[in-house]
């Protein structure tokens, strides 16, 4: 019996986690940051905008290579690697004054984004138990959500006091290094040591992370088993199988309503939105947004296994709808000559607060939750990087464009959008989408092997 596994377990997932905390911070850092670096770099409204978005190109490289860099030199060591990007490109962007460079940096630390969300989650699912591999994963969600409410946090207190933004980003060079720091000390991948052929230090470490000697032996056997059933057919030769298609369309369909359903138009820019509307504190409403992010988030993290995939999706859409048919309402008065009161503008933010609380129970996880489940095994890490990147072009688009929609024409126009999005989403979700509460991956693999319509390859 090893008495110290789980204490090396935990220890593990946290120092990995923090990708995912960085990955949050980077995300969020736009929101009370972009004015800052706008005035002083001179940047125009499109050049802002492309500051923000750059990162997501980093973000569709990063993914696409990540699944090579981490096979060829390791989960660990891209942890690794991933912390060093992160703490090093967020002090070269607080300390140039030259715009390609600051833009040079925004995009490397895309890369180290790309690469924390696909390899902490890999990670994760490598080294944690069986039974604690859904909460780990889980957990990775809340690091992002944690990120983005501590970079709203920090720019909010940094913006009131210091009025920096070279600040803001410097600090994200702290959980950086504690990241680097403590990746140099988590054990590697034992799936990935077998996949190298390192077996017998495979085994050390299935010792050293499990309780039992039988448990890491069973585990040994069954990794054996998974890596020879994925070689036989993997990545782009699984694109000749219809029925894998039909589950690459439905991750894809998934990412893009995430993307349209206007999240990150939020995340990013709900400071400009409030200042626009008039808001008072446009800094404390969108800390509150934060705030939110992560308190809902925690809530769908205990009920999504309860309550079902489905009904949570229709509910949260109905709500996202309504909000942001609110929000662009609000605007459209605004735009037709009418002051918005003090009323209008609090009922604005806080129509932006219900609507993220609905995407942070729904929308948000799920997604995730779903594209991790649909796929067989031999295409799992290609479906997952294929939905990964789909995610990250659809936010880019988002982030890019944003501004210029609300500036161009109108508040309204944006949000009336994003509520059209909301609103085919939930034919995606009735026609496609299958409940998977409760069912094993097996289940769900035979059913969709067997021409099962996709709606029916989880629970009939
Ligand atoms: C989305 C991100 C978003 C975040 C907000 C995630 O599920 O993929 O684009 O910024 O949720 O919490």
């Not at 912390?83 to 715009?99: I, M, N, Q, R, Y």
């Not at 509910?315 to 918005?340: C, D, H, N, P, R």
């Amino acid at each position: 019996m090893n008495k110290n596994a789980k204490k090396i377990i935990i220890r593990a997932c946290i120092f990995a986690g923090l990708g995912g905390l960085l990955f949050g911070l980077d995300q969020g850092f736009i929101n009370g940051s972009l004015s800052f670096i706008k005035e002083e770099m001179n940047l125009s409204l499109m050049q802002s905008q492309s500051f923000a978005s750059i990162m997501h190109l980093g973000c569709i490289v990063g993914v696409l290579f990540s699944g090579w860099v981490s096979r060829a030199i390791g989960r660990k060591k891209t942890l690794v690697v991933t912390a060093l990007f992160f703490g090093f490109f967020s002090l070269l962007g607080a300390f140039t004054h030259d715009v390609v460079v600051l833009y040079a940096s925004r995009f490397a630390l895309g890369l180290a984004v790309g690469y924390a969300s696909f390899v902490v989650p890999l990670y994760f699912s490598e080294i944690a138990p069986a039974r604690m591999r859904g909460g780990f994963i889980a957990m990775y969600q809340l690091m992002i959500t944690i990120g983005i409410f501590a970079i709203f946090l920090s720019n909010s207190v940094i913006g009131t006091y210091f009025h920096s933004w070279r600040l803001m980003l410097g600090i994200i060079a702290l959980p950086s290094i504690v990241m680097f720091l403590g990746a140099l000390f988590i054990p590697q991948s034992p799936r990935w040591l077998v996949l190298k052929g390192k077996e017998e230090d495979a085994r050390a470490v299935l010792s050293s992370i499990r309780e039992h000697e039988s448990h890491a032996d069973d585990e040994f056997d069954e990794i054996k088993k998974n890596i020879n059933a994925e070689s036989k057919q993997s990545g782009w030769r699984m694109l000749k199988e219809s029925y894998f298609l039909k589950v690459l369309g439905l991750g894809v369909l998934l990412m893009l309503l995430q993307q349209f359903s206007g999240i990150n138009a939020v995340i990013y820019y709900s400071g400009e939105i409030f200042k626009k509307a008039g808001a008072s504190h446009p800094a404390m409403g969108t800390v509150v947004i934060g705030l939110i992010n992560v308190i809902f988030t925690v809530i769908a993290i205990r009920y999504v296994d309860k309550w079902g995939r489905k009904p949570i999706l229709y509910s949260g859409l109905g709500v996202m709808t309504v909000t942001l048919l609110l929000i662009g309402a609000l605007f459209k008065m605004q735009e037709t000559g009418v002051v918005l009161g003090s009323f209008s503008s609090g009922l604005l933010v806080a129509a932006c607060i219900v609507y993220i609380a609905a995407f942070a129970m729904s929308l948000g996880p799920i997604m995730w939750i779903i594209c991790a489940e649909i796929f067989p095994l031999e295409g799992r890490d290609f479906g997952i990087t294929v939905t990964t990147a789909t995610c990250w072009i659809a936010c880019a688009i988002v982030v890019q464009f944003s501004l210029s929609i609300i500036h161009h024409f109108g508040g309204s126009s944006l949000f009336f959008l994003f509520a059209v999005c909301c609103v085919l989403g939930f034919s995606i979700v009735r026609l496609f989408t299958p409940e998977t509460k409760g069912v094993s991956l097996e289940h769900i693999e035979v059913k969709l092997k067997s021409g099962e319509k996709l709606l029916k390859i989880g629970r009939t």
